[in-house]
């Protein structure tokens, strides 16, 4: 598989970490707000679908502030 340039390293996470952490927190809340039943998984899905809509722009924004707090409050690593 053909990588993609450094270039797009922040585009590609924003858009792998947006989407995995709104699938799961908008099942989680769709869980306990309406429980499980037949019903349940599009619920989840329509939930999803607005949920990236508004998470995958707020972490690209947001990324690059959380790396640079980040390496406020962590040590760099120690070289060999």
Do not use: Q
Not at 13 to 28: T, Y
Not at 44 to 72: E, G
């Amino acid at each position: 598989m053909a990588k993609l340039s450094p270039r797009f390293y922040t585009l590609v996470f924003a858009l792998i970490m947006s989407c995995l952490m709104s699938l799961l927190m908008s099942g989680v809340i769709t869980a306990i707000n309406t429980g499980f039943d037949p019903g349940f998984l599009l619920r989840w899905l329509r939930a999803w679908v607005v949920a990236w809509v508004v998470a995958f722009p707020l972490v690209s924004f947001i990324a690059p502030l959380a790396h640079r707090l980040t390496r406020r409050i962590v040590e760099p690593a120690a070289s060999s």
